[in-house]
Nanobody, 120 residues
Framework: QVQLVESGGGLVQPGGSLRLSCAAS????????MNWYRQAPGKERELVAA????????NAGDSVKGRFTISRDNAKNTVYLQMNSLKPEDTAVYYC?????????????WGQGTQVTVSS
């Protein structure tokens, strides 16, 4: 059974930092690209960052470029999102995501999400 469990969210002041973690189980973690998404109130869910099985990473947009860093530890089956210089507009629920390739086609899995609130 595939499980993605996020942690590390919370309330932080503007300019602060948080590190989110996503512990994965139920699949061969090291073989798959892992993604972080976020969804702010009243907005669509958006891709924040992705990291391939080989560790090549990318941020999805200029809004987080230079501030957010995605990484992974295949020995711990965990993907991280280091968030620095946080801004109020980073407030959202952050989700871990993976798309697994199955015989019947790709299947997408999501964690339950972790709330990040940036406010003074």
């Amino acid at each position: 059974q595939v499980q993605l469990v996020e942690s590390g969210g919370g309330l932080v002041q503007p300019g602060g930092s948080l590190r989110l973690s996503c512990a994965a189980s139920g699949f061969t973690f090291s073989r798959y690209t892992m993604n972080w998404y976020r969804q702010a109130p009243g907005k669509e869910r958006e891709l924040v960052a992705a990291i391939t099985s080989a560790g090549a990473s990318a941020n999805a947009g200029d809004s987080v470029k230079g501030r957010f860093t995605i990484s992974r530890d295949n020995a711990k089956n965990t993907v991280y999102l280091q968030m620095n210089s946080l801004k109020p507009e980073d407030t959202a629920v952050y989700y871990c995501n993976v798309v697994l390739l199955r015989l019947r086609g790709p299947i997408e899995y999501w964690g339950q999400g972790t709330q990040v609130t940036v406010s003074s």
